[in-house]
T-cell receptor
């Protein structure tokens, strides 16, 4: 089992709709969870981090964490064409600052 | 805040030469920096963890003698790809851990290396 899994293929959403991304992780000791956005040819930029179970909202983004089920999700409300990118889920490996990344989910927002 | 720079942004070199990439945290001190490599259409793969004033910790399968890492100060880490070969062509990205912002890593803009 991979450390961090993002299994769904490219996601196409119409402008203004909600994009939903999921991520599962294998290390139960993980404490910190991150969502990064990566535009083509660019490096990742941090969108949100979450440490506690439940929801965390920041503008149009909501991260959801369920440690018992070992999944973390990201919702993008009112999707805009500028949200078209690859979204990377990252999990802090227990006991150190090293991050394990999922392979990413590509989101395409259709005007 | 939390700006990380990398230099150069792009480099083309001949096979067998060495290439040095610099990573700087511009507005914070980074006791720990990380070096990643990303091939097209793939996710980031951690190569090594660079700690200021000590030896880097390499991930399994990463040759420490080929990828030399130096973290001489709290704001600078360098990665040297020695005797580069075409298969080393990739997107190299560093990140810096801001100890003032718990466990958050900020990424540099990346260096695209092409070995001919």
């Amino acid at each position: 089992q991979k450390e961090v899994e993002q299994n769904s293929g490219p996601l196409s959403v119409p402008e203004g709709a909600i994009a939903s991304l999921n991520c599962t992780y294998s290390d139960r000791g993980s404490q910190s969870f991150f969502w990064y956005r990566q535009y083509s040819g660019k490096s990742p930029e941090l969108i949100m981090f979450i440490y506690s179970n439940g929801d965390k909202e920041d503008g149009r983004f909501t991260a959801q964490l369920n440690k018992a089920s070992q999944y973390v999700s990201l919702l993008i409300r009112d999707s805009q064409p500028s949200d078209s990118a690859t979204y990377l889920c990252a999990v802090n490996r227990s006991g150190n600052n090293r991050l394990a990344f999922g392979k990413g989910n590509q989101v395409v927002v259709i005007p | 805040g939390a700006v990380v720079s990398q230099h150069p942004s792009r480099v083309i070199c001949k096979s067998g030469t060495s290439v040095k990439i610099e990573c700087r945290s511009l507005d914070f001190q980074a006791t720990t920096m990380f070096w990643y490599r990303q091939f097209p259409k793939q996710s980031l793969m951690l190569m090594a963890t660079s700690n200021e004033g000590s030896k880097a910790t390499y991930e399994q399968g990463v040759e420490k003698d080929k990828f030399l890492i130096n973290h001489a100060s709290l704001t600078l880490s360098t990665l040297t790809v020695t005797s580069a070969h075409p298969e080393d062509s990739s997107f190299y990205i560093c990140s810096a851990h801001d100890r003032g912002r718990q466990e958050t890593q900020y990424f540099g803009p990346g260096t695209r290396l092409l070995v001919l």
